[in-house]
C-alpha cells in the first residue's frame, strides 16, 4: 500500500458519494428512515454507519478526534448526512495529505466493542475504512433500488474514465 493508492482509494469513494447525494436527496425523510431489509436497517442507518466507520478509523490513526460512534437519530435528514460528510471528507483529505508511505507502516493498537487488543499498521486500517465504505455504499444502492430509486453508476471503472 502506498499512500497516492491509499488516497485514490478515499477519492474514488467521495467521488462515488457525490454521484449517489443527488438520488438521495430525492428520498423523503420517510423513505430515509425507513427500516428496509439489509445493512444497518435504513439507508440513513446505514449512511451514518459508514460516515461513522471511517472517521473512526481516522482517529485511531492520528487524524481528527470522533468520539463516540455518531448515532443515526441525530441525523433526521438525507442534508444533515451529506454536512457532516463533507466535513468527515474535508478531515480525511487533510490527513491523507499529510502522511507519508513511511507512516503507513506505523502499528496502531485498537479494539473493537470492548473486545481485545489488537494492532495493525496505518496502511491496513485505512485501506479497511475506505473498502468498508465502498461495502456500504454497495448496500445503499441496493436500499434505493428498493424504493424505487436508481442510484445511477459508481463503479470504480466509471471513476477512472471520468476523464477519459
Do not use: K
Request: charged residues 25%; negative net charge.
Amino acid at each position: 500500500m502506498t499512500i497516492d493508492a491509499l488516497r485514490t482509494l478515499y477519492d474514488y469513494g467521495y467521488w462515488a458519494n457525490s454521484r449517489l447525494a443527488p438520488v438521495l436527496s430525492r428520498l423523503t425523510d420517510e423513505e430515509f428512515t425507513r427500516q428496509l431489509a439489509g445493512g444497518h436497517a435504513s439507508i440513513r442507518n446505514t449512511l451514518v454507519h459508514a460516515m461513522s466507520a471511517e472517521w473512526g478509523w481516522m482517529d485511531r490513526c492520528g487524524g481528527p478526534r470522533r468520539g463516540a460512534a455518531l448515532v443515526p437519530a441525530d441525523y433526521p435528514s438525507v442534508s444533515a448526512v451529506l454536512e457532516r460528510w463533507r466535513e468527515v471528507e474535508a478531515s480525511m483529505r487533510e490527513f491523507l495529505a499529510a502522511l507519508r508511505d513511511e507512516d503507513l507502516e506505523r502499528v496502531v493498537e485498537f479494539s473493537l466493542g470492548g473486545g481485545p487488543t489488537q494492532a495493525m499498521r496505518v496502511g491496513e486500517l485505512m485501506q479497511h475504512g475506505a473498502i468498508h465504505g465502498i461495502h456500504h455504499r454497495g448496500q445503499v444502492a441496493l436500499l434505493l433500488r428498493s424504493l424505487g430509486h436508481a442510484p445511477g453508476n459508481f463503479d470504480m471503472l466509471a471513476y477512472y474514465q471520468r476523464e477519459a
